[in-house]
């Protein structure tokens, strides 16, 4: 029996975001910590089986609540379902011939959920893998994160723009320009240039699991400022792909000073524009009152930044573990 098995990790935006959802430009790596999986083997018909995170059973109302906080009403079951549809009709609309049989699928994440960590993306990311080397279709690399953002745009209403879903086509660490979009194969794709980790400097990743939120609460708000054309709105997102550009230059060049000048302006700038939660706040502050750079790593329950030495790292740790956040050299 033929026995697929897929990856596709967390990541974290480094710099930028969340300008690649306003044609701005972001670099984000690939955190190999976190993943999500997806199996997929040869079946007498089409069955998606639940996780334990699809789980309909509880022990108390209270446990209820927190399981829809965490994981919202369905799960990831609707992730999966919604990338086998979107990829029927892909090859429906392409001519591309698909054999008849049948498979059954299922998923697991050790990805922490609603902290920005780009959960939701990496099940259908790993979706798509185990659909393509099943019905040996290959969708080209660049098209892919466009393709998977179709499937949350499209299908399930969710708001996002293409960064996540690049860096986990593509892995490691990706400079990303949403500046000039080009047509391929039927979908919008960005310029998307790949950097050697290694001229990262010592980085970290903190999250808390106890106090996320969903993404669609960021980006809405986000989205409504930037198609009223508000200045302020207009301004940020011009110097978030600013911050980009010159945070490049600064990796490439070894500069890690002013990377970290860069980190740290580009959460203010954020901040200037969104509404961000206290605790969320709070994580930032304690990481840079301990000496290190800080910034969301996505929407906001974990942040990321450069950290020059274990002493800082040390300081770091306890600082955030103050406030139940954990504290990770992310591997890429």
């Known amino acids: 029996m033929q026995i697929i098995r897929k990856k596709a990790f967390a990541r974290a935006g480094f710099v930028g975001n969340p300008s690649d959802g306003y044609g701005g430009k972001t670099i984000a790596f690939s955190v190999r910590d976190f993943h999500a999986q997806v199996t997929l083997y040869e079946w007498d018909r089409i069955e998606i089986v639940p996780s334990q995170e699809d789980q309909s059973r509880f022990s108390s109302i209270h446990e209820l609540a927190q399981d829809v906080r965490l994981h919202g009403y369905y799960g990831g079951i609707r992730l999966v379902k919604a990338t086998i549809k979107k990829f029927a009709e892909y090859c429906t609309a392409r001519g591309l011939k698909i054999h008849d049989r049948n498979f059954s699928i299922r998923y697991e994440t050790t990805i922490p959920r609603q902290v920005g960590l780009a959960g939701s993306s990496a099940i259908i990311v790993a ?7 099943f019905y040996e279709i290959l969708i080209p690399e660049e098209v892919q994160p466009s393709f998977v953002l179709s499937v949350e745009r499209e299908e399930l209403r969710i708001m996002a723009g293409l960064q996540d879903r690049v860096i986990q086509v593509y892995e490691g660490c990706v400079s990303m320009d949403f500046s000039d979009m080009h047509m391929r194969d039927g979908f919008l794709c960005g310029t998307y240039e790949r950097i050697d980790p290694a001229l990262l400097p010592p980085v970290y990743l903190a999250y808390n699991v106890g106090f996320g939120e969903p993404t669609e609460v960021l980006h809405n708000d986000l989205r409504a400022q930037f198609e009223a054309k508000e200045p302020t709105a207009l301004a940020a997102m ?29 959460f203010n700038v954020r901040r200037s524009i969104c509404h961000l939660p206290p605790e969320h706040i709070d994580m930032i502050e304690r990481a840079r009152n301990a000496g290190a750079s800080a910034k969301f790593a996505g929407s906001g329950g974990a942040i990321v930044g ?17 406030i139940q956040c954990r504290v990770i050299r992310p591997t890429m």
Do not use: V
């Not at 945070?247 to 000073?257: H, L, Q, T």
């Open 127 to 133: 979706t798509l893998r185990a659909l393509m080397e």
């Open 238 to 266: 011009r110097r978030l792909a600013g911050i980009a550009d010159e945070s490049n230059d600064a990796i490439r060049n070894g500069d890690a000073n002013s990377l970290g000048r860069l980190i740290d302006e580009n």
């Open 306 to 322: 450069t950290c020059p030495d274990e002493k800082t790292f040390e300081r770091l740790e306890a600082a955030l573990a103050e």
